[in-house]
């Protein structure tokens, strides 16, 4: 089966770093995504791994160990506008690269 | 821009009717397409895989004959809820890998309600 779990809500204060984990466990790993999503939009890509190792692009950093089914996602200088949910997503061997999400991390950043 | 274009955004409809949300890849052609669903405050959830010149791939639990997909073209994939009820409500979101194994474009997303 596929299992990806994540927090369901973290707050974190203006100008200060979070770190959101995912573990995972899936019928075969072929990547995987973090995603930002404001209400009632449509997911944005943040990062993509697959092979182990952190992933920095500007102010967020992207974390996977795949011996241990787990990813993070580091924000950094947090703003209000990061306020949304973060979605990882893990791609899976079969199925023509579809993407199993996980249920999402509602961040709430505070003045 | 976007590279994935999903129509319409928002629609209404009554209990008892069908209907068709678009996908389009925009520049590039795609052989795949998912389409998920998302409603309110949970994650996406796959609803099947389609398949251009082929027949979708459902996933578990997601009835094949309420939810009609068809890929007739490379870059056109379509989705029509038939028989449209109330608990249908919710958002639906294509997506489409550029080609296989890189990330997948997500399109606007369409709103649906039924009354």
């Known amino acids: 089966g596929q299992n990806i779990d994540q927090p369901t809500e973290m707050t974190a204060t203006e100008g200060a770093i979070v770190q959101i984990n995912c573990t995972y466990q899936t019928s075969g790993f072929n990547g995987l995504f973090w995603y930002q999503q404001h209400a009632g939009e449509a997911p944005t890509f943040l990062s993509y791994?697959?092979?182990?190792g952190l992933e920095e692009k500007g102010r967020f950093s992207s974390f996977l160990s795949r011996s241990k089914g787990y990813s993070y996602l580091l924000l950094k200088e947090l703003q209000m506008k990061d306020s949304a949910s973060y979605l990882c997503?893990?791609?899976?061997?079969?199925?023509?690269?579809?993407?199993?999400f996980g249920q999402g991390t509602e961040l709430s950043v505070k003045p | 821009g976007a590279v994935v274009s999903q129509h319409p955004s928002r629609v209404i409809c009554k209990s008892g009717t069908s209907v068709k949300i678009e996908c389009r890849s925009l520049?590039?052609?795609?052989?795949?397409m998912f389409w998920y669903r998302q409603f309110p405050k949970q994650s996406l959830m796959l609803m099947a895989t389609?398949?251009?010149?082929?027949?979708?791939?459902?996933e578990q639990g997601v009835e094949k004959d309420k939810f009609l997909i068809n890929h007739a073209s490379l870059t056109l994939s379509t989705l029509t809820v038939t028989s449209a009820h109330p608990e249908d409500s919710s958002f639906y979101i294509c997506?489409?890998?550029?080609?296989?194994?890189?990330?997948?474009?997500f399109g606007q997303g369409t709103r649906l309600t039924v009354v």
């Open positions: 997506s489409a890998p550029r080609a296989a194994n890189t990330e997948a474009f």
């Open positions: 520049d590039f052609q795609a052989t795949t």
């Open positions: 389609s398949n251009e010149g082929s027949k979708a791939t459902y």
């Open positions: 791994n697959v092979l182990d």
């Open positions: 997503a893990v791609r899976v061997s079969s199925g023509g690269g579809k993407l199993i």
